[in-house]
């Protein structure tokens, strides 16, 4: 679950989406870059947990929607300068977001924070931790007064661990995992941290009756059991 630290505020449009016209068409921006949450498969489209639940609640809220991709470092700048409607890329409901934008409830739990490292015998508190710039992450390792090194994207963090530029990152225990198991010269570190809320779909503040849309859409999944059982599909975390 991607957590941004908002370095910019930005207007949001007035204008809102005309959901009363039934050709209206909802935009959901996503990274398409941090697997299983979202990434971009051999067919060149977004795939992974959001992509399958947000195709999901479009569906039971009646909304036509379409994918688009977005940096993740610009990805709320973006969403308020009306780029796209609605943010689904793993990003966790903070009190310093909610400032300028407005989430719906969440759609996963929180998702503990692992360290991968070369050896299981690196502390963070005393090595250089790498971090996707601009999350909860790096964040959490500057309050502690450790060595940060930050990199735009994730795939870059996991380089600087390979490359023995960082001693670990850290990030989602759900990112690292595969990555860990794929590689036998990483290890995920017998430490865990558990930072940020729950996850949930990012939209402008004006946007209140796409809120509500969305809002009960994903209710009715908490509801029914499917929402669960794409949880543990993709494994994500605790079901709800």
Not at 73 to 98: K, W
Request: include cysteine.
């Amino acid at each position: 679950m991607k957590k941004l630290i908002l370095a910019t505020t930005a207007l949001a449009l007035s204008a809102g989406i005309a959901l009363a016209d039934g050709h209206s068409v909802v935009r959901l921006g996503t990274e398409g870059a941090y697997a299983p949450w979202n990434f971009i498969n051999d067919a060149g489209e977004v795939d992974g947990f959001e992509r399958e639940l947000g195709d999901e609640l479009c569906s039971r809220a009646e909304l036509t929607c379409e994918w688009v991709t977005n940096e993740w470092d610009s990805i709320i700048p973006n969403l308020v300068s009306g780029n796209y409607d609605a943010i689904m890329a793993g990003m966790s409901i903070t009190a310093e977001r909610d400032e300028v934008i407005d989430f719906t409830q969440n759609y996963s739990q929180p998702d503990p924070s692992s360290y991968l490292a070369k050896s299981a015998d690196v502390d963070p508190a005393t090595g250089v931790v790498a971090a996707q710039t601009n999350t909860i992450q790096a964040s959490f390792i500057a309050e502690k007064g450790w060595t940060l090194l930050e990199f735009a994207t994730p795939e870059e963090t996991i380089a600087a661990v390979r490359d023995g530029e960082a001693d670990a990152v850290l990030a989602d225990t759900s990112y690292l995992t595969p990555i860990a198991d794929e590689d036998a010269e990483l290890t995920l570190l017998d430490k865990n941290e558990l930072i940020g809320g729950g996850v949930g779909m990012g939209l402008r503040e004006s946007d209140t009756e796409l809120k509500a849309k969305f809002d009960a859409a994903i209710q009715s999944m908490k509801d029914d059991g499917s929402l669960n059982a794409l949880i543990e599909k993709w494994e994500i975390g605790e079901t709800f």
